[in-house]
């Protein structure tokens, strides 16, 4: 069930790049205020039918009101633009960025020890960026070399 809803995430964000972008003049922000409401509404619904919603302590509970009013949807509306100035694609690519710094912080705040797969993936993904940061720069050079001047790649 968790695969689906996971695959399910990642064709929607697919989907909400590739839209985002052949619209670039429609301001896609409300939507994220509409999606959060739902998922909100949803949620207590769930909570309620549940037995009622417990609240975490006090200290918790400021900090999720920090990550749900400022984080997420200042989060959100950047990965909403992003799409406007790059392609679907390297905005993909630049989202697993999150994975790989959320396993460091982790790592570095908590002192959880992640696991080696996990370093890999990471070492994937930087890998990966890198790759097509210094396989663009090497085209772009070339076009400048020859006096073209260099297409958005």
Do not use: H
Request: proline share 7%.
């Amino acid at each position: 069930m968790g695969n689906g809803f996971a695959l399910l995430a990642a064709t929607a964000l697919a989907a909400n790049f590739t839209l985002c972008r052949t619209r670039p003049g429609v301001d896609m922000s409300p939507m994220l205020t509409l999606s959060g409401l739902i998922v909100a509404a949803v949620a207590a619904l769930f909570g309620l039918a549940g037995g009622g919603i417990a609240l975490p302590p006090v200290d918790s509970l400021l900090l999720l009101v920090l990550l749900c009013l400022v984080l997420l949807p200042l989060g959100f509306t950047l990965i909403q633009r992003g799409p406007l100035y790059l392609p679907a694609a390297e905005v993909g690519l630049l989202m697993l960025l999150e994975v790989v710094v959320g396993t460091l912080w982790v790592w570095w705040l908590l002192n959880e020890r992640p696991a080696p797969v996990a370093l890999v993936g990471g070492a994937l993904v930087l890998g990966t960026l890198l790759a097509k940061g210094l396989y663009e720069r090497r085209i772009e050079r070339r076009l400048r070399a020859q006096g073209a001047a260099p297409r958005g790649l």
